[in-house]
């Protein structure tokens, strides 16, 4: 037996009026196809659902037995369509937006304003990932955009809009004697030179080429850097740093992350600048990705 949403939706509206010209007009079908259609039903269930005459249109037993299940059945699968059409409209208005850190510097709510001043439904989510993820989610798909640090590896997979470029500073302990040489430098700065022989606190091996970035591989000379432990997240960073296991390479906008209590940070020489940007899949065509793209390359020319 294979009835369907419109045989039960036909038949609860002959049993509700009792009149097929009625339900005919309320379904917008023609009379005689709504008789057939009820009559095919009656055939595939073996039993008359309806005692008709000239005068009037009365429900059989079995028609009674029916409607209140039909009824039933018709809600649930209106139930179901509007939660079918919530769940395309939340997906078509949602954009997920990764991030290891807080970006700070004003960004999301810069960035928010312009996304919804284009789309006013739309809905940023944002999603905390793991420093062993350098692209914050766009490589497995749980992220639509994301902040990221550059070089990202693959980075001919992805398209991004730079939105910081900033010089880095060392975190270090105040009492580190660095901090001291720092203190009596004109500028109050360190040689990367100064460095060198250091442990770093280094990204997780995931992260790849930016791990080998914020060890500043490029300004060393061939020396590998000494590790003093691995960091996941700011938090960690800050505890690391402040329990001696090593010092640590930082952006000057994620400095507030990590300098506290006794923490302080230093501007390097000798190193380049880092760059944070916003990136998205190459190819990714969605409105909501391409608008958040523009208003990060707006907002990034803006700061620059």
Known sequence: MDVHGRDLRYFAAVAEELNFTRAAERLFVSQPALSKQI????????????HRDRRSVR???????????????????EAAEA???????????TLVIG??????RGLLPALRTRLVSRYPQARPVLRQVNWADPSAGLADGTSDVAFVWLPLPDGDRYQYAMVAQERRLVALPQEHPLAARAAADSEGELD???????????????AGPLRDYWLALDARDGRAPRIGGVVGSAEETHEAVANGQGVALLATGNAPLVVRDEVIAVPVRGISPSRLAVAARRGDERPLVLAYLAAAAKVGASTS
């Open 83 to 93: 939660a079918l059409e919530e769940a395309r409209t939340a997906a078509l208005h």
């Open 99 to 104: 991030m290891s850190t807080s970006p700070g």
């Open 59 to 77: 429900l059989t037993a079995v028609g009674e037995a029916l409607l209140p299940h039909a009824r039933g059945m018709l809600a649930a699968w």
């Open 39 to 50: 009559r095919t039903l009656e055939k595939q269930l073996g039993a008359c659902l309806f």
């Open 192 to 206: 990367f030179a100064e460095l060198l022989d250091e442990p770093f606190l280094a990204l997780p091996s995931e």
